[in-house]
């Protein structure tokens, strides 16, 4: 019955405010029956409400946009163009994972690299070939086009490898380019 007398009266004073006033009145003035009443100052007390529900839906919003974490679904390495791999090979400071298949290996890779074909170590024997590769050099990783050496950047990162670079396009566009491979 109270509910009932409440709605009443605050169809009475606004008509469009709606239900969460009801919930809103019932938690701050408690049990009041007389709480919102004709001739009392109403539109301050709807006022209140309105400003309380405001700033919970601004703090709502802007507590999404401060986030300081990472979109699932990308671990932390970086994608680079083929002309930037080749500005960190030639002044010495990457050290080259080609991640490819022993074949393509042999049939033509960048000077200075070292094969890991990932696609061909079992996961329990691959967390152990990481260790061969250093923590304290940033690594570049490339494959025949990217999408290998995206995956196995991605393993790094999770390795805690953190200065890790995906040279996208891989091989193929490394060629494309006119950069010199080694047979």
Request: aromatic letters at 8%; glycine letters at 10%; a positive charge.
């Amino acid at each position: 019955m109270v509910w009932a007398q409440m709605f009443i009266r605050l169809k009475k004073i606004s008509s469009n405010e709606g239900l969460i006033f009801i919930f809103l009145k019932r938690k701050i003035a408690g049990n009041d029956p007389n709480f919102l009443l004709p001739g009392r100052n109403n539109e301050y007390i709807m006022e209140r409400f309105k400003t309380i529900i405001l700033s919970i839906v601004i703090l709502v919003l802007f507590s999404g946009c401060v986030s300081d974490t990472k979109p699932p679904g990308k671990t932390q390495y970086t994608d680079i163009s083929v002309q930037e791999g080749k500005g960190m090979i030639g002044r010495g400071e990457v050290f080259i994972l080609d991640v490819r298949t022993q074949e393509e290996y042999a049939s033509g890779h960048i000077n200075g690299s070292t094969l890991l074909a990932v696609q061909d170590i079992p996961k329990p024997e691959l967390v152990e070939k990481l260790k061969e590769i250093p923590k304290d050099r940033k690594i570049l990783v490339y494959c025949r086009s990217g999408r290998r050496s995206a995956l196995a950047s991605g393993i790094l990162a999770e390795n805690g490898y953190a200065q890790v670079y995906n040279m996208e396009g891989g091989i193929t566009e490394w060629m494309n380019a006119g950069y010199e491979v080694e047979k």
